[in-house]
């Protein structure tokens, strides 16, 4: 076990929420469509916030959110109504935990618990709160903050400055390889939340650890 941890900084969706629940709420409203909907939804998603930050044309990632949604509803030819995107938007905001997620954060509530996303507080927020997480983490940082995306050096920085410590005394646990490979570029201890058993992102930047699941940290409790 690594003794220098000094900040366990979690991701937040894929890591601890599951955003391909959002396919039921898509399911209902778009029979037949639950699934489509739901992977373009979150590609797009990813694929514009890093579209946005390599063009220097930053939007809060609840308005890209809301953008992704519209063109996974124009990619299937679907009839979309306000109604029914407030509700899918509204869906979001309350996507369920991990079956372990809340379980393995209670028993490291003695550890500095920090969220760290690129989704902006009005996303987050509420996330946290309907979850009843509040009370487990010390701070919810955002990127929001400074415009500045995930996996941009400026976003690991921003956390860093945060948390007042050294890189090498955070553990960033991310389920997205992505996530993972810029936050061990910056200089961040790293445990891959491999939850789908993919094989490692071919970037030189092999992460210090890989968890099937968040059940993988209980060996700091």
Not at 138 to 162: C, G, M, R, W
């Amino acid at each position: 076990m690594n003794d220098s941890i000094k900040a366990f900084v979690f991701d937040v969706y894929g890591t601890l929420f599951d955003v391909t629940a959002i396919k039921k709420e898509c399911e209902e409203l778009y029979p037949g469509y639950g699934e489509k909907i739901s992977q373009t939804w979150r590609s797009k998603q990813v694929e514009y916030f890093m579209l946005r930050q390599l063009m220097g044309n930053y939007a809060s990632l609840y308005s890209i959110t809301h953008d992704a949604l519209t063109y996974a509803l124009n990619e299937n030819d679907l009839q979309s109504s306000e109604q029914h995107e407030k509700h899918l938007l509204e869906a979001y905001l309350q996507l369920p935990l991990y079956s372990e997620s809340k379980e393995v954060l209670t028993q490291l509530k003695d550890k500095n618990l920090v969220v760290f996303s690129n989704g902006s507080h009005d996303m987050l927020d509420p996330l946290v709160k309907h979850a009843g997480l509040e009370e487990l983490f010390n701070q919810v940082l955002s990127i929001d903050d400074i415009k500045q995306f995930k996996p941009t050096p400026a976003s690991y920085h921003y956390a860093l400055e945060k948390l007042g410590l050294e890189s090498y005394e955070v553990l960033f646990m991310s389920s997205n390889g992505w996530d993972v490979s810029g936050a061990k570029s910056f200089g961040f201890q790293t445990a891959w939340i491999n939850r789908k058993g993919l094989p490692l992102e071919e970037l030189d930047l092999e992460p210090d650890y890989v968890f099937d699941d968040l059940n993988g940290l209980l060996k700091w409790k």
